[in-house]
């Protein structure tokens, strides 16, 4: 991986596409728009609307040293061709007629780090996106990164970009899961969820934004404004869930089991009850104006926070969880 990391600080792209585990179960007329993770809907687009740009698929997958005859077709009828020299062993290079494009075929395993098998190779996704961080401005490097293993990706993003010394270019140039977490996994559908992006072009990168930071992207795109909302109910539910865990053990004297920054072992419960509700009140009232909560649902919301001591502390946290219903987001249409 190291040669290919090189190769790659040597040969920068503009927008860059790397997935983990995106070898086609199924070819021919089963592979449709919405299953292709190889050349997806959104990066197609990309190509065909800035054609004075360079462009790089990456790709690791055991699989695709079982599937070369199916691979070759498929970049066939895309007019991608093999590089018969490839600068690198053991990865397959493919281009387009123009070079614009590349394609770059691992059959390595790529690893996260595992209680069930060794090693980790997460240092290369966190070195990747240095590059892009580090280059040239001009340039304006844009990566998209898809897990379809399964393995969850999405907490890895987070810690990259709490680490980052770069954080406003991180906002704009990296983004991990085009779903924003909607349809993350190994059935992601690549023709339903494409990255939001601005005039400019840089990403809308909703994962990074806290509640108050998301309120101020709502209204821009009809289908930001549900991934928003969907995004605003998960972090409701997670806050009310992590924080009520840990109020109720403090009643009991107990320790506590998620760990926030605001409180610890020693914290009076009252203390995480009034932290809980300051971070709920500001996503209810977002939810409110966004017409996902009613007037009713909302004011009975607010006098359970005033008068929490009053209730049975469980049937107090399964009311204010049903005060936010949850969202169906099979609906999502696509671009």
Known sequence: MEFLLEYLSSTPVKYTYFAIGSCPH?????LTESRDQLFPTFFRDWVAQHPEETFRCIHFDPCFSKQTEELSDYFMRLNI??????PLENVSFWRSSTHSVEILLSSEMFHHPSAVYPGNDEWFLESLVDQVLQGEEPLNQKLVVQEFTGHEIIPLFKTLYSQSPFKHRFMKSILFDIS??????CCTDMKKHYPFLTEAGDFYNLLLLAPSQLQSVIGIEKKMDVVCKYLLIREFKEL???YHVDYRRRLRGESVLFQSGEYNDTTAANQIMASLQTRLRIVLKILFDMKHISQSNYSNCIELFENYKDHDVYKWYTTVNNTVPILDMSSVSAQ
């Open 180 to 185: 924003y977490g909607v349809d993350s996994g």
């Open 240 to 242: 009310l869930n992590n």
């Open 81 to 86: 061709y093999p590089v018969e020299s490839p």
């Open 26 to 30: 199924s070819w021919g007329e089963e």
